[in-house]
């Protein structure tokens, strides 16, 4: 059962313009949500996370929002560049960083130029 | 920043044989983990490095098949065993309580990726 789902494999964005990436999470326990980046041959980088105390988180050109009835959150760069072509990975948590985090699968993002 | 390095960076490897992966950390952290990627897939959590204690491992993780150590608050190592070509796979260490970092947030070594043949 995945618990956290990214249902886009892949995503193809002109640069400039904004990526959306989403994520869907089941269990309600969650309360703790981060984005990671990933390019290959490297670990994953943090690049954003969110509490569930709040519904929108902002750093730069990155943007988190929450939307917990619906249980689903997502990320959006604006504007997009070359370099932000990576695997992004929707993560969850119990609350700290203690707790289990459980990774989505992963949403391939290709930024043209 | 405090640097995070796994050692080997890759490796190939003949079945049966075990491997043992080394996660370096420059500064004291609170916790480690060990992931794994396997091709296409996500990060699953395998265990989590307790210094000085047995690991916590996760359904589906033994410590046959997995050995960990955590012999102070900087390094851990994890072998993968007897291995068959399953087990090819991005092994990944991650912590917490990084220096420089987010108190609340785990950060990933680079990886080490096993090929078995």
């Known amino acids: 059962d995945q618990q956290v789902k990214q249902n886009s494999p892949s995503l193809s964005v002109q640069e400039g313009r904004i990526s959306i990436l989403n994520c869907d999470y089941t269990n309600s326990m969650f309360d703790y949500f981060l984005w990671y980046k990933k390019y290959p041959a490297e670990g994953p980088t943090f690049l954003i996370s969110?509490?569930?105390?709040?519904d929108k988180n902002e750093d730069g050109r990155f943007t988190v929002f929450l939307n917990k009835s619906a249980k689903h959150l997502s990320l959006h760069i604006v504007p997009s560049q070359p370099g932000d072509s990576a695997v992004y990975f929707c993560?969850?948590?119990?609350?700290?960083?203690?707790?289990?985090?459980?990774f989505g699968p992963g949403t391939s993002l290709s930024v043209i130029p | 920043s405090a640097v995070i390095s796994q050692k080997p960076s890759r490796d190939i490897c003949q079945r049966g044989t075990s491997l043992t992966i080394q996660c370096q950390v420059d500064s004291q952290v609170t916790m480690m983990f060990w992931y794994r990627q396997q091709p296409g897939q996500s990060l699953t959590l395998i265990a989590t490095?307790?210094?000085?204690?047995?690991?916590?491992?996760e359904s589906g993780f033994v410590i046959d098949k997995f050995p960990i150590s955590r012999p102070n608050l900087t390094f851990s190592t994890l072998t993968v065993s007897n291995m068959s070509p399953e087990d090819s796979s991005i092994y990944l260490c991650?912590?917490?309580?990084?220096?420089?970092?987010?108190?609340?947030?785990?950060?990933f070594g680079p990886g080490t990726r096993l090929t078995v043949l």
């Open positions: 490095a307790n210094q000085g204690s047995e690991a916590t491992y």
């Open positions: 969110i509490s569930s105390i709040k």
């Open positions: 993560a969850a948590s119990g609350g700290t960083s203690y707790d289990k985090v459980i």
């Open positions: 991650s912590v917490v309580g990084l220096a420089g970092g987010r108190t609340d947030t785990q950060y």
